[in-house]
């Protein structure tokens, strides 16, 4: 089956996360916050958006306390949303779903999709509100000049025979573009992806994100079982930064990863883990969360509060990733 097949499908595989039940899907919007699974967050500067399971999207407007159910036309996954300004953003999931909003995340139409195709999207990158890409399942690339009026199949562009799945896509600086997937896969763009260059990676199993560390030519990659590498010239040479759980080295799987405006880095993953790094990912330190639920997402609120995203819904955390229970 396609799940079987697709570890970073929603984040569901790897983080063992259940579905949704049937009595979730008419829920109020501050119940859906808090029971619905919720895969991926974002901070667009004016408000908190996040999308998730049975197509929710949901934006809170005071950093996180109460949330409000925005239009959206679709009841499938959503894996991940990109912002390219306060007002222009994007959501894709599965049948190959692209979601775009034009009012900062309250409303959203359906830009394209392909449920013929079996080939979920699971990342999204815009570097201006008219030039994005989104990737996903068997290698699939899609690319927009025209702010997702018309989307193009361009998955020939990348040298992948194997069809492996790509799972997220960033930018590192003005002109570098990275794709990661299955099997170690690294793709590296320095023309905004119209060529791809495959890197070699001292890794082999599934990597399923990426981050800018905010230094040049500085990346994050992670993964399966607590895999993180990092690499500081623009992924011609990586480096495994090792992470420590309770009794040992940690093997949670790593979901997502932020840049926080301050400069640290957070990424989450399985069993309620937490890592901040505030030396550009060289060290991180860990939290283990209490309720030890998966998490899929992670997006700064303020100086001192983050919002995590996965099983059980949103969460507001502190900076580090503990539980908050006051504004």
């Not at 068997?138 to 194997?162: F, K």
């Not at 399923?208 to 040479?237: E, I, K």
């Amino acid at each position: 089956m396609l799940s079987n097949a697709l570890p970073m499908l929603g984040v569901l595989a790897v983080l063992g996360m259940p579905p949704a039940t049937e009595a979730a899907q008419a829920l109020p919007s501050a119940t859906q916050a808090t029971v619905s699974l919720m895969i991926d967050a974002v901070n667009t500067g004016a408000r908190l958006v996040v999308v998730g399971d049975r197509g929710r999207i949901l934006y809170s407007e005071d950093q996180g306390h109460e949330w409000h159910t925005a239009q959206a036309p679709t009841q499938q996954l959503l894996t991940a949303v990109y912002f390219a300004d306060v007002l222009h953003g994007w959501a894709v999931g599965h049948d190959a779903q692209v979601l775009a909003t034009m009012d900062g995340g309250l409303t959203w139409t359906l830009q394209f999709q392909d449920s013929q195709r079996q080939s979920p999207l699971l990342g999204v990158w815009f570097k201006d509100a008219r030039h994005g890409l989104a990737v996903g399942a068997y290698g699939l690339l899609l690319a927009t000049a025209d702010g997702g009026q018309h989307w193009q199949d361009v998955s020939a562009r990348v040298d992948n025979p194997d069809q492996l799945h790509f799972n997220a896509i960033t930018a590192v600086g003005d002109t570098e573009l990275f794709i990661v997937g299955e099997q170690g896969s690294v793709f590296r763009s320095v023309d905004q992806g119209d060529h791809w260059q495959q890197l070699p990676v001292p890794y082999n199993g599934s990597l399923f994100g990426v981050v800018a560390t905010g230094q040049p030519h500085t990346l994050l990659a992670y993964g399966l079982r607590g895999q993180l590498l990092r690499s500081s010239d623009s992924g011609d040479n990586w480096q495994t930064i090792a992470l420590s759980g309770e009794r040992g080295p940690l093997e949670f799987g790593l979901a997502k990863a932020t840049l926080l405006e301050g400069g640290a880095l957070v990424i989450v993953g399985n069993g309620g883990t937490v890592l901040r790094s505030d030396d550009h990912g060289l060290t991180f330190n860990r939290v283990a969360r209490t309720d030890r639920q998966a998490l899929a997402g992670v997006a700064w609120v303020s100086a001192d509060r983050l919002i995590l995203t996965g099983q059980g819904g949103v969460r507001l955390a502190s900076a580090t990733g503990r539980e908050v229970t006051q504004p």
